[in-house]
């Protein structure tokens, strides 16, 4: 399994790029905010990568962050979503504004992405709602969650935020303006400063 590559970016194509990585060119299909989000061509980079294998080929997916991997995974895991939906989606936005749109129920988000229709677009709404908070929490420390109080609960939610597309600033002025009362670990920070984060976008 190939995780990441880091080479040389030679050609960028309407939904692929290719990446020269010691003299040997990959073909990578990525979206259209990753080709917007990449650096001119002749520049190095890294992308981090999915591989879907087909019966008559094995494909390469790109991605600038794990939480956009992690995102494209999940809603491959849903029926009626294929790789091509998949990059429709991550073409709508960052992992945060996918979990915006989730948490308020955004319809008209998958909607707009192309190949999403209603029906689709209400089931991709129903089956995210369960594992929104887990794209929160890719990089962060569980081993540090268990261990430590309640800086280290409020450092790792914030930690996860910003691995989700939140600056620094937003994911900490969000993981300060949940409500007292909120449990304190890492997954119900995470739960609460979503909520807080989507207030402010509405």
Known sequence: MIAFLTGVLTERRENSITLDVQGVGYELFVSKRVLEELPMVGSQVTVHTHMHVREDAMVLFGFLIPAEREVFTTLLKISGVGPKAALAVL????????????????????????????????????????????????????????????????????????????????????????????????????????????????
């Open 91 to 202: 073409s709508q936005g960052s992992p945060a504004e996918l979990a915006n749109a989730v948490l308020t129920e955004q319809v008209s988000y998958f909607t707009s992405a192309s190949g999403i229709g209603k029906k689709t677009a209400e089931r991709l709404l129903m089956e995210l709602t369960g594992v929104i908070e887990g794209f929160a929490s890719i990089g962060a420390s569980e081993a540090a969650s268990a261990k430590a109080g309640v800086g280290t609960q409020h450092s790792d939610a914030v930690q996860a935020l910003t691995q989700l597309g939140y600056t620094s600033r937003e994911a900490e002025h969000a993981v300060h303006s949940v409500p007292a009362d909120t449990e304190q670990t890492t997954e119900a920070l995470v739960r609460a400063a979503l909520r807080e984060l989507a207030r402010v976008v509405t």
